[in-house]
């Protein structure tokens, strides 16, 4: 009774008045699929994970943003190539496998092969040589980040733990640290472009010294924006010091490459963006200790040297000069006082010398013993007796003075005075 109650509610249609309960639903959905059986399908693992020795994936179609969820039991994975991996790009033979308690649908895979490297990866190693080749990845091109920035600007999901990470860790390590903080969507299609809005929107804020870009981790394909060139191009062209702290160390998104800091995750790029207040407070303390020892010592020193300089003889007593001086210069003058006398004496000698020869020399002493210069009116010296014709005026220079006289003419010329004495005898 109860049978052909069951087989007639299953056939009949489904109407507000007569509905089909879930579990006939169900099984008319898992009946459906059960028909369609297995079907080789191609695309591109973009999660991959072991649990309990089965995996658990998801497949994404090669040119259109349509994922499936996959398992693979333990037994089908002993026959599969053991370096499959997120990335890879596969053909598998799946067969829908649709659970009942649950409701849920997801592709068993009874066979998995590689295709060769998917196409996400293949496009981001062409883009990321790409920028290579332009020099955005050069080191030269990557920028020293402030000590202490006041201003942090922080590029994250609304309401992300990525946030809530950065925000209670950067105040931990210095409390008046300020965020400017603008959401963004960081996965799907619009993100890329959110992104690098936001970036350039941090760019523009002149207080603000840094830049984090945060999230927490992801799958492969969740990661894709942060590796898109709109935003790497948006990050490069930044004057602001970027941090990329996506928290994926299996795979490096481009962000990575181009960012001026690359933290493993959004705690680490608060502690590599904030200094440690306590931290610093010690080195200034240990600094100002420093300083104080070097200027103390450098004191000390200076001090011990003055009073060497002050204890010389030169600034300790004044006269030392005069005294250690007095009986050099007393000598000195001394010599200076005999020295002059003798040049002085030397020369009234030489003086003397002189005027005794320039007397002998002189007409005046020649007078002065009897002798007399005879001169014509003129002037003129008579040396002869035809110099002085008669009646002519002389003039007798004798030894204190001259004498006029008028001539007689030639005289008889008389003996000498010591002949008449001859012929007197």
Sequence with gaps: MKSSESSAMTDAPSTAEAPWPVGVLSN???????????????????????????????LKDPDADITIGFTIWSSVKARIPSDLKQGDR??????????????SLTMQVFEMRHVGLGDLLERLERLRASLAAEGLFALERKRRLPFLPS????????????????????????????????????????????IARAIGVLDADPQVDVIIVARGGGDFQNLL??????????????????????????????????????????????????PDVSEELARVEQARA??????????????????????????????WIVDVRADELTRWVARGTELADRVIERARDRTRELHGRLTALSPQSTLARGYAVVQSADGSVVRSTTEAPAGGALHIRVADGSIGATSEGPLPVAPAPDAAVSSGK
């Design 225 to 274: 924006p942060f590796s898109d060139e709109v935003v790497v191009r948006a990050a490069a062209a930044a004057t602001t010091p970027i941090v990329s702290a996506i928290g994926h160390e299996a795979d490096r998104p481009l962000l990575d490459d181009v960012a001026d800091l690359r933290a493993s995750t959004p705690t680490d790029a608060a502690k590599r963006v904030i």
């Design 90 to 103: 596969v053909i598998a033979l799946v067969k829908p496998n649709y659970w009942l308690k649950a409701g």
């Design 290 to 319: 420093r300083i104080r020892s070097r200027v103390t010592h450098t004191v000390s020193i200076e001090v011990d040297r003055i009073a060497g300089l002050r204890s010389r003889p030169a600034l300790a007593r004044s006269t």
């Design 28 to 58: 008319k959905i898992k009946g459906y699929l059960d028909r369609l059986g297995t079907a080789w399908v191609e695309g591109e693992i973009t999660q991959w994970g072991v649990s309990g020795g089965n995996v658990y994936g998801k």
């Design 151 to 194: 201003v942090v600007g922080l590029i994250t999901g609304k309401d992300s733990d990525a946030e809530k990470d950065v925000l209670r860790n950067a105040h931990l390590r210095w409390p008046a640290v300020e965020f400017r903080v603008v959401h963004a969507m960081v996965q799907g299609d619009r993100a890329a472009r959110d």
